[in-house]
């Protein structure tokens, strides 16, 4: 079973990431926007058509909903990749005009290989697992250079590959 270094995933997949907690924040600061502009246009006297608060109620409701689900993302994704997730929670909400998700982004490390044959955490480049010795890319049986699994014949020596080599043992 090869080791795969990289992660293709989809949007979807990274949305479910986001925990329950952030989305009833997020759909609660949406609700109270759109309330407490609408009720700003009964309670107020002298307010801005309803017609122009109720959108804008909306809008604002929105991105707070959208910012604190991006921040229940940092939350969750710091965590999948090893690294504080206070801390970066924190960097992202204290950090003004959105620099502390930026920052996030910007000083994320990678994620965090597994072996195939124990769960152990392997670094990127790794030939075999420190925990079990479990080969994680194959390699040619004649000169020993690591190859892809879908190769069918060495790249630098020509020797046919066989199924047992071009998978990982």
Same mark, same amino acid.
């Given at each position: 079973?090869?080791?795969?270094n990289?992660?293709?995933?989809?949007?979807?997949?990274?949305?479910?990431?986001?925990?329950?907690?952030?989305?009833?924040?997020?759909?609660?600061f949406f609700l109270?926007?759109?309330?407490?502009?609408?009720?700003?246009?009964?309670l107020?006297?002298?307010h801005?058509?309803?017609a122009?608060?109720?959108?804008?109620?909306?809008?604002?409701g929105?991105?707070?909903g959208?910012?604190?689900?991006?921040l229940?993302y940092?939350?969750?994704?710091?965590?999948?990749?090893?690294?504080?997730?206070a801390?970066?929670?924190l960097?992202?909400i204290?950090?003004?005009?959105?620099?502390g998700?930026?920052?996030?982004?910007?000083l994320?490390?990678?994620?965090?290989?597994?072996?195939?044959q &124990?769960?152990?955490?392997?670094?990127?480049?790794?030939?075999?697992c420190?925990? &079990?010795?479990?080969?994680?890319?194959?390699v040619?049986?004649?000169?020993q250079?690591t190859?892809?699994?879908a190769s069918r014949? &060495?790249?630098?020596?020509?020797?046919?590959?066989?199924?047992e080599?071009?998978?990982?043992?």
């Amino acid at each position: 079973m090869p080791l795969r270094n990289d992660h293709n995933t989809r949007f979807s997949d990274e949305v479910a990431i986001i925990s329950p907690w952030a989305w009833a924040i997020a759909v609660f600061f949406f609700l109270a926007f759109i309330t407490g502009f609408g009720l700003l246009a009964f309670l107020v006297p002298d307010h801005p058509p309803a017609a122009l608060l109720l959108p804008m109620g909306f809008f604002a409701g929105l991105m707070m909903g959208l910012y604190i689900l991006l921040l229940g993302y940092v939350n969750m994704d710091a965590g999948r990749r090893g690294m504080s997730r206070a801390l970066w929670t924190l960097v992202a909400i204290l950090v003004p005009n959105a620099l502390g998700v930026v920052l996030y982004f910007v000083l994320r490390k990678p994620r965090v290989n597994l072996c195939p044959q &124990c769960g152990a955490a392997i670094d990127q480049g790794f030939s075999f697992c420190p925990a &079990c010795a479990c080969r994680l890319n194959p390699v040619c049986a004649n000169c020993q250079h690591t190859v892809t699994a879908a190769s069918r014949f &060495c790249p630098y020596c020509g020797v046919p590959m066989q199924t047992e080599t071009r998978q990982a043992v």
